[in-house]
């Protein structure tokens, strides 16, 4: 290769370098509760008993999921109270919760210590449009056009093996109080240059929808009495 090709060549690398940089990774949501685990079958599949790719120590309900490619989806199993899983229906994937109040999990589970840096959790409303309300920790949760309603919850240092082959884990949780909608798609991400947009790939996210308080009657002190209780 002549000298000005390679020349040009490390230009473009260069200039690939500050894109790179700015991807802003997504990190793994899920409540502290009993779940199930809605999963897109592009992605995964499960196995039962007698499969080569069967583990009794990652059986939930019977099934063990597996990602395309032949390796166990270790991160999915993050949940504590994983109960089970299912093929994900009208294209929505993630952890299934129905309750209006519960606890929250922020994951940065990760091949290598890291630290997710300005860390904003994010809320989905569904319908879309409809009037989500959301208290995260008691602080009500901010709304901005383009990327929908949340919260920031700080940085989240990885740094904990967790004995599955080279990953980590460490946590954050956050009380939830919601109402006002049928329910919502939470996820995280970490908005490494503070723009409030998110530069990255697909996030593991929790869906919750609620069927104990009623939507049309909810108001902001119907939610913070259901908070405070």
């Not at 499969?51 to 395309?68: K, M």
């Not at 879309?128 to 208290?135: D, I, Q, S, T």
């Not at 593991?204 to 909810?218: G, L, N, W």
Request: proline letters at 7%; one cysteine or more.
């Amino acid at each position: 290769m002549s000298t000005p090709m390679r020349a040009a060549c490390m230009f473009g690398i260069l200039l690939l370098l500050p894109v790179l940089a700015l991807a802003d990774p997504c990190l793994i949501v899920y409540p502290d509760a009993a779940t199930v685990y809605h999963y897109d079958v592009n992605e995964y599949y499960t196995v039962g008993p007698g499969h080569p790719l069967y583990d009794p120590l990652y059986d939930r309900g019977g099934e063990v999921l597996v990602e395309h490619g032949d390796e166990i989806a270790y991160n999915i199993y993050q949940a504590p109270q994983l109960d089970g899983f299912q093929p994900s229906q009208n294209g929505v994937e993630g952890y299934f919760i129905d309750d209006g109040l519960f606890d929250l999990i922020v994951d940065g589970f990760h091949n290598a210590p890291i630290t997710f840096e300005n860390v904003l959790l994010v809320f989905e409303p569904v319908p879309a449009g409809c009037g989500l309300l959301v208290l995260v920790d008691g602080m009500v949760a901010e709304y901005e056009p383009g990327l929908g309603y949340y919260r920031p919850i700080g940085d989240i240092v990885v740094s904990t093996p967790t004995g599955v082959g080279g990953n980590y884990s460490d946590t954050v949780t956050v009380e939830i109080a919601w109402g006002g909608c049928e329910g919502f798609q939470g996820w995280a991400f970490s908005d490494e240059n503070y723009n409030l947009h998110r530069d990255g790939g697909e996030c593991k996210t929790a869906f919750s929808h609620d069927f104990h308080v009623p939507v049309e009657q909810t108001t902001w002190g119907a939610i913070r009495s259901i908070f405070n209780d």
